[in-house]
């Protein structure tokens, strides 16, 4: 229930404004139920134009591990091309390490980590057909 402190309600916005002007258009964005990363996910859909009742809450991201996420990406809806994830640490640095031979210490508040894959379905998602081609961190890029 903790709500985003000033440098979060700074950055947030700034991130969700770089995404857009990298050109990235999500087709789905997923959210932890807790207040930091609903929050947050719902600054980038304002940037994005996507209604706030269209983020989905997904409470398994709450204390995921990395199988957890690994699970709710495999059953994202095939029709989405690309989704936008927002949950916790460090867990979702684990899971960017997963796809990287680069390692990152830590993906930071509001970090965005970029991660294509050549798998034909979210199903087939995993280590070897997947991997990071883009980290932006707050600290870096803003």
């Not at 903790?2 to 700074?10: D, I, K, T, V």
């Not at 994005?48 to 991201?61: L, N």
């Not at 970029?114 to 070897?128: L, Q, T, V």
Request: glycine share 4%; aromatic share 8%; with cysteine.
């Amino acid at each position: 229930n903790r709500p985003l402190n000033e440098r979060g309600l700074h950055e947030a916005p700034q991130m969700a404004k770089l995404l857009v002007k990298q050109g990235i258009r999500p087709d789905l964005l997923v959210s932890s139920p807790a207040k930091r990363a609903l929050t947050t996910a719902l600054f980038f859909a304002e940037a994005f134009g996507i209604p706030d009742e269209a983020v989905q809450r997904e409470p398994d991201i709450y204390e995921a591990d990395v199988r957890d996420i690994l699970r709710i990406v495999s059953n994202l809806p095939a029709e989405a091309q690309t989704v936008l994830l927002f949950g916790h640490n460090n867990t979702l640095t684990d899971v960017a390490n997963l796809f990287t031979e680069d390692f990152i210490e830590n993906v930071p508040t509001c970090g965005v980590v970029r991660i294509e894959s050549s798998a034909g379905s979210w199903k087939e998602f995993y280590e070897g057909n997947s991997e990071v081609k883009t980290c932006f961190f707050p600290k870096e890029v803003l």
